[in-house]
């Protein structure tokens, strides 16, 4: 488990996306989806968030688990999802994330490995809408990646997640 504390908010949406260019964040077409969608709402006023970050086997699921069943769990044990915003933002606060292991090859509908899932409320009930951001460094790029993953899909236990705390 690692806790952060990430300042959130206080900027327009293209104040945040120059903000990523400058820090040289590369992002997906499901991430740029996600920020440009009309629910995605930045704060206006910052303000700081204490996050944890915690395995899927850490939260009881040594098999792995569904999403509903990690934030069925998280909210258990008094952590809350973390507002939409908090993905690009600690993106940027987050530059020194090690470089994800590239030497075994990816497998489909997985997060990849080292990766970090912020847990969030899905803007859209669309499966084939992106449901949220997660964060990894690769080939010494740092990236801002969105993803799509229906109510059936299986995380691993050592799947990677960030939660804010109460």
Same mark, same amino acid.
């Given at each position: 488990?690692?806790?952060?504390?990430?300042?959130?908010?206080?900027?327009?949406?293209?104040?945040?996306?120059?903000?990523?260019?400058?820090?040289?964040?590369?992002?997906?077409?499901?991430?740029?989806?996600?920020?440009?969608?009309?629910?995605?709402?930045? $704060?206006? +006023?910052?303000?700081?968030?204490?996050?944890? %970050?915690?395995?899927?086997?850490?939260? !009881? =699921?040594?098999?792995?688990? *569904?999403?509903?069943?990690?934030?069925?769990?998280?909210?258990?044990?008094?952590?809350?999802?973390?507002?939409?915003?908090?993905?690009?933002?600690?993106?940027?606060?987050?530059?020194?994330?090690?470089?994800?292991?590239?030497?075994?090859?990816?497998?489909?509908?997985?997060?990849?490995?080292? $990766?970090? +899932?912020?847990?969030?409320?899905?803007?859209? %009930?669309?499966?084939?809408?992106?449901? !949220? =951001?997660?964060?990894?460094? *690769?080939?010494?790029?740092?990236?801002?990646?969105?993803?799509?993953?229906?109510?059936?899909?299986?995380?691993?236990?050592?799947?990677?997640?960030?939660?804010?705390?109460?």
């Amino acid at each position: 488990m690692e806790i952060r504390v990430v300042e959130v908010g206080g900027l327009s949406k293209l104040q945040l996306k120059h903000k990523l260019q400058q820090c040289s964040i590369r992002m997906n077409e499901y991430g740029i989806k996600l920020l440009d969608v009309e629910k995605f709402i930045i $704060s206006p +006023t910052k303000r700081q968030l204490e996050t944890v %970050e915690i395995l899927v086997r850490n939260l !009881g =699921f040594t098999d792995g688990a *569904t999403t509903s069943q990690l934030f069925q769990m998280a909210d258990t044990l008094g952590l809350q999802l973390c507002p939409i915003d908090l993905g690009p933002f600690l993106r940027i606060q987050y530059l020194d994330q090690p470089e994800t292991c590239t030497s075994s090859p990816e497998k489909g509908n997985q997060a990849p490995s080292g $990766s970090l +899932t912020i847990a969030s409320e899905a803007l859209s %009930e669309d499966d084939h809408f992106p449901k !949220g =951001f997660y964060l990894r460094r *690769t080939n010494d790029e740092l990236w801002l990646r969105g993803y799509i993953a229906d109510d059936l899909h299986e995380w691993n236990p050592y799947d990677r997640f960030i939660f804010c705390i109460t």
